[in-house]
């Protein structure tokens, strides 16, 4: 019998996907047997939640011919595993751990995990409003932020339980490192004396790297540091360095000392923000999601497709000496170790779980 059944769209490299893949390591760790299926493909977490012991089922399903087929086994999967607790991930994972759920017909518990606070609803409206059609099926709703919750709540969401469990951030991982500084700044050719402004996002329209890419462009005092798929295609001003995809963020981190998050909708709870944070990086966010309560009073939030303000904001932080720059960027890490670690969110999901 399976602890726990996790359904959820995909297994990239997002916030929501490396949650689930922490949290169903850390408890697989402890005893409570995890099986994560990807409605979609393998992913970027596949190996990782293989590696340590976690079962994964991709059900590979690309378009609405095979999705019939891929609930099918998917039904198949809830029966022969008999799973305590089947948890759904993401907006069509919840839809689909709800019907799995249905024609399950066992005492199992339905929950769901809403990422997204203000999403793009010319793009995402239909499955948002099946999302509130059937939202007193589980047993709880788990939102990543207090901004998912106000958003869905106005968009018909009418669950019998809602809870907000924020993100939580592997600090052993992230944190500061000055070998790792000197080294990254070598490797990248970064002089030592300069300010790096790092920003951690795949190529979206929501994360709107042209707002952060015109705040470069004002801000010649600020040498600009992009990671995240597609990021390598961009057009860049003469200040900033795209690195595309990489897999140690953590190292790229030190070699920067601000951490930007430039959304303009649909983030919930930012791990991008958050992770750079811990490794000791001054946090500067658009007001998107619970990017206020993440940064409290040790960086800068400045509205959102505002390119004048968010390069106002790098000039500052770049403005002061090196050694406050430092002060801010460890403040802001122990804002994470108070508030945010991996450790309690798993402790939340164990709890929850049990």
Do not use: C
């Amino acid at each position: 019998m399976t602890g726990v059944l996790h359904v959820i769209t995909g297994l990239g490299s997002g916030g929501a996907e490396t949650m689930l893949a922490q949290v169903a390591i850390a408890l697989q760790d402890q005893g409570l047997e995890q099986h994560v299926v990807s409605l979609t493909g393998g992913g970027d977490h596949a190996d990782a939640l293989r590696d340590a012991g976690v079962a994964v089922t991709a059900l590979n399903v690309g378009s609405a011919v095979s999705l019939p087929f891929g609930l099918a086994r998917l039904a198949w999967l809830a029966r022969r595993e008999r799973p305590r607790v089947i948890q759904g991930w993401m907006y069509h994972g919840n839809v689909a751990a709800a019907a799995v759920h249905a024609a399950s017909r066992r005492p199992t518990k339905l929950m769901w995990n809403i990422r997204a606070s203000n999403m793009d609803e010319a793009r995402y409206g239909r499955i948002i409003r099946w999302n509130a059609r059937l939202s007193r099926r589980p047993d709880i709703v788990l939102t990543n932020s207090h901004a998912s919750l106000d958003f869905h709540y106005e968009r018909g969401l009418k669950p019998r339980m809602i809870m907000v469990v924020h993100n939580g951030i592997d600090t052993g991982k992230y944190r500061p490192d000055d070998n790792q500084r000197a080294a990254m700044r070598k490797e990248l050719g970064i002089r030592d004396d300069a300010v790096v402004a790092a920003m951690v996002a795949r190529v979206d329209p929501m994360k709107d790297h042209a707002l952060f890419l015109e705040a470069l462009a004002e801000t010649p005092e600020v040498t600009g540091l992009l990671v995240g798929a597609g990021t390598e295609e961009l057009s860049l001003p003469e200040n900033a360095i795209a690195l595309g995809l990489r897999h140690d963020v953590e190292r790229v981190h030190n070699a920067a000392d601000l951490i930007v998050s430039s959304s303009a909708y649909g983030e919930g709870f930012s791990n991008a923000l958050a992770e750079g944070m811990s490794a000791g990086l001054i946090p500067v966010a658009t007001d998107v999601g619970d990017a206020k309560l993440i940064v409290g009073d040790t960086g800068r939030i400045v509205p959102p497709s505002s390119a004048e303000m968010l390069s106002a904001a790098m000039a500052a932080e770049a403005a002061l000496p090196r050694s406050a720059r430092r002060n801010r960027g460890l403040a802001a890490r122990q804002r994470v170790l108070d508030n945010y670690t991996l450790k309690k969110a798993v402790q939340t999901y164990a709890g929850l779980y049990a």
